[in-house]
């Protein structure tokens, strides 16, 4: 499976994917990294990983968010992407390119979806009082954390916890799960069946 990995950030995700296809959990190979912060942590990580195509198309060098979604869209085509991996991209997608890629492009976000959509999912999860939260790998399409999930996984909220410890917690199961959705898609065990996404693992439908 040819991955492209979208991020913005500090890229402790894209490091859990590296890890995982480095100690074979995951039948792919990262052909690219697409960033649109020329300072992101994650940049580094991609170069010292050995990742073939590290590029960085910022929005400041387009005149319209159109525009830019197109040049992100062919650059990104380029690549021949299986899957586009959303990896803490700070940006929303444009029409054109959901479209192009319908059904390749995977997000993961810190909350049980459909609560807590959007920034600060966790300081959401807090604020709300919610006893329960986690993570959620999904499809993306074009609404915001709106496409079908694929995994989830639970993370109690504890007493005590504020927006750093929570977060933190959130991340460590955010690794796992990612590496293991990504799998799922990698082996072809992933089928969507309207907005509902069925899991075939050694012939069983989760
Ligand atoms: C993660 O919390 C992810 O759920 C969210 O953005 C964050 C990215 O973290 N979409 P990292 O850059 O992978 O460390």
């Known amino acids: 499976m ?16 590296d890890d995982a296809i480095k100690s074979c959990k995951l039948n792919a190979q990262i052909v690219a990294v697409v960033s649109d912060k020329s300072d992101a942590a994650i940049i580094g990580k991609a170069l010292k990983a050995g990742v073939p195509n590290v590029v960085v198309l ?6 319209t968010r159109h525009d830019y979604d197109m040049a992100l869209t062919d650059l990104v085509e380029g690549f021949n992407p299986g899957y586009i991996a959303l990896a803490g991209f700070m940006r929303v997608l444009g029409k054109e390119f959901v ?14 979806l459909p609560s807590f959509p959007g920034l600060d999912a966790q300081k959401q999860a807090l604020e709300y009082g919610a006893k329960v939260t986690g993570c959620t790998v999904h499809f993306v399409d074009e609404g915001m954390d709106t496409g079908p ?9 504890l ?3 504020d927006e750093e410890r ?18 799922l898609l990698a082996d072809e065990k992933v089928r969507l069946d309207g907005r509902i996404v069925r899991i075939s693992d050694g012939g069983d439908a989760r």
């Not at 479209?99 to 049980?112: K, W, Y």
């Not at 955010?174 to 590496?179: D, M, R, S, T």
């Open 2 to 17: 040819r991955l492209v990995i979208l991020a913005s950030g500090r890229g402790s995700n894209f490091t859990a994917i």
């Open 99 to 112: 479209e192009r890629f319908a059904g390749r492009i995977v997000n993961i976000h810190p909350a049980l």
């Open 166 to 183: 929570l977060s933190q917690r959130i991340l460590e199961q955010e690794h796992i799960l990612y590496a293991e959705a990504l799998a």
């Open 149 to 157: 999930i694929i995994l989830q996984r639970a993370v109690p909220v």
């Open 58 to 63: 910022a929005r400041k060098g387009f005149a």
């Open 159 to 161: 007493e005590g916890d």
